[in-house]
């Protein structure tokens, strides 16, 4: 036998109250609320992932060029390109390989309004714009001529 006020349920139920089974509700319901939250779209980010590489190509090659004195541009390759290419640096020295291809086969890049963007060797190189896409997505490069080549946010497809 137990002192009186002791027990907080009458002996021999089992179970939890509704109280207990309330609070592990909402407990479930927010940890699944915030793993959906933090699931990305693959696309996207696959896309941020081409769109920073890409950034950091053309500010090497940016700086290379200014460095050697020679004039360099981006370009994007012919689609039935012998070697496979998708885009090439045209200008800078041999010597060191540089990349010609997505890590996504399946991304698409365009320039608007010029066929090639200027990379030097000049320190100022004009506003200059590159738009990425895949899937659904699309992601625009930018400068101001000045300033490195930055994501500026998402284009209209």
Do not use: K, Y
């Not at 700086?63 to 070697?83: C, K, M, N, T």
């Amino acid at each position: 036998m137990s002192v009186r006020g002791n027990e907080t349920r009458p002996s021999g139920q089992r179970g939890f109250t509704l109280i207990e089974l309330m609070v592990v509700v909402a407990i479930v319901a927010i940890a699944a609320g915030l793993i959906s939250l933090s699931l990305r779209d693959s696309d996207a980010t696959r896309l941020d992932h081409e769109a920073a590489r890409l950034s950091a190509l053309l500010e090497a090659a940016r700086a290379e060029a200014r460095a050697s004195g020679l004039p360099v541009r981006w370009q994007l390759a012919r689609p039935d390109d012998p070697e496979g290419a998708r885009f090439r640096f045209i200008g800078l020295p041999s010597e060191r390989p540089w990349p010609t291809r997505w890590l996504d086969d399946d991304v698409r890049a365009e320039i608007p309004g010029a066929s090639a963007v200027r990379l030097g060797p000049e320190p100022m190189i004009g506003a200059q714009r590159i738009v990425l896409g895949l899937g659904e997505r699309h992601v625009v490069l930018a400068t101001d001529g000045l300033g490195p080549f930055e994501p500026v946010g998402e284009a209209a497809p």
